[in-house]
């Protein structure tokens, strides 16, 4: 496989470097968190004048690196790698395996001459409590799957098959080294017994292997849709299940998402500025790894398309919620969903996510909300297709699902 450009956190870490600060590379496992530190910044450091030896890689989730996993250990080692004053660029995979990381790293940071670089598949390892150990000097980059502008720039076909293919099995960079549909399949579903559920039952010490089997399959089936803790119960309770506790349930859950595998979108009532704590939405991670977990039997585009959507705003940095408006329909008020709520620094957009809009009808349907919302920020419908974009006739920006993945600049059209 070519070697595959990840320019946007390429930029984020030359942006960084020699910051003084630890900087903290996140995400899903296999999402490419490593393959972005080396090789794409490491051969940007190289081409850069930074000689090999000044760039120390460990891998501590190998076998052979199992001893460093001690944190004296590690420590000696860098250390002894250190050769002259000149800046060492220091990288060290998955290192929420060592005990007592935060000591070691907070070590580095008194040697001018050591920039670091970790990645972790944990978001424990993130808390408070760590972040305080760093004392303000952690610097997190949230690596994503491929979005699909990556997927595309890799595939062979044009944008409209690369959308099928993506819809189907996501952007986990080696599904585009799969050659057959049985091969990208198969190759999901390993990645989420064999890896994924394993760390989860090994890190908390799961001891209801039936219990977090069943949640993560209602999870991946209400990608879209409103759910809580209550509601995960009421299913348990349903089936039989009396002997499952709400607290297990919710541990569960924050569990999974410690893992990175779903991402949790709050609801934000939009009139009243307040947040409304439940119910919330959930969104996976990778697409192909929801559909996966359902053996693709519930592949339904409207709600695969709003959950790519919502990874692409997450991945360019916004903070996203779910939009409710209370508003008049007949005799009653009742609250409308507004699909996202979208803000970075100054910047606000209400986006809906459409898979079409074939009529005027269909049209008015999808504005109706956006149009009650009382302020001046940019409001927009992402639709299914290629097509310019356009306003409606009450100012609502109509964009295709390409143009909005394709091009960043394409919300401030």
């Not at 935060?102 to 940071?109: D, H, I, R, W």
């Not at 099995?169 to 390993?190: H, V, W």
């Not at 990645?191 to 209602?218: A, C, G, P, W």
Request: charged content about 30%.
């Amino acid at each position: 496989m070519e070697t595959i450009k990840r320019d946007m956190y390429l930029q984020k870490l030359i942006n960084r470097k020699d910051n003084g600060l630890i900087k903290v590379v996140t995400g899903i496992r296999r999402c490419g968190k490593s393959y972005l530190l080396d090789p794409i910044f490491k051969e940007y450091l190289l081409d850069n004048g930074v000689s090999k030896d000044h760039i120390i890689k460990m891998e501590l989730d190998k076998r052979e690196n199992s001893k460093y996993r001690n944190p004296d250990e590690l420590d000696k080692y860098i250390r002894s790698k250190i050769i002259d004053e000149k800046i060492h660029y220091i990288i060290l995979d998955e290192i929420q395996l060592v005990p007592d990381f935060e000591s070691v790293l907070n070590g580095f940071l008194y040697e001018r001459n050591m920039d670091v670089y970790v990645t972790g598949s944990n978001s424990k390892f993130l808390s408070s409590d760590v972040i305080t150990e760093f004392r303000g000097r952690g610097d997190q980059i949230q690596v994503f799957p491929l979005s699909f502008k990556e997927f595309f720039s890799n595939y062979s076909g044009d944008k409209f098959a690369a959308w099928d293919e993506y819809v189907m099995y996501g952007g986990m960079p080696l599904i585009l080294d799969k050659k057959t549909e049985k091969d990208k399949a198969q190759y999901l579903k390993d990645l989420f017994s064999q890896t994924y559920i394993k760390d989860i039952i090994e890190r908390n010490n799961i001891q209801r292997f039936d219990v977090l089997d069943t949640i993560i399959n209602i999870l991946a089936s209400s990608i879209g849709s409103l759910t809580n803790i209550n509601k995960i119960y009421d299913t348990f309770i349903s089936k039989g299940q009396k002997d499952v506790s709400l607290n297990t349930i919710n541990s569960y859950v924050n569990n999974i998402e410690n893992t990175y595998i779903v991402n949790k979108s709050d609801r934000y009532d939009i009139k009243g500025k307040k947040y409304i704590s439940t119910p919330v939405k959930f969104y996976f991670t990778d697409v192909g790894l929801r559909n996966a977990r359902l053996n693709f039997r519930q592949v339904e585009e409207t709600h695969l398309m709003e959950n790519i959507i919502y990874n692409e705003l997450i991945s360019r940095g916004f903070n996203v919620d779910v939009g409710v408006v209370e508003m008049r329909d007949g005799d009653a008020r009742k609250q409308f969903e507004i699909d996202f709520v979208c803000n970075l620094g100054s910047k606000r957009y209400y986006i809906q996510s459409a898979l079409e809009l074939p009529d005027r009808e269909k049209t008015i349907q999808e504005e109706r909300p956006l149009l009650n919302i009382n302020d001046n920020f940019k409001k927009i419908i992402i639709v299914k297709g290629s097509f310019k974009p356009w306003y409606s006739e009450e100012g609502i920006l109509i964009l295709s699902i390409f143009d909005f993945l394709l091009d960043e600049k394409s919300l401030d059209i």
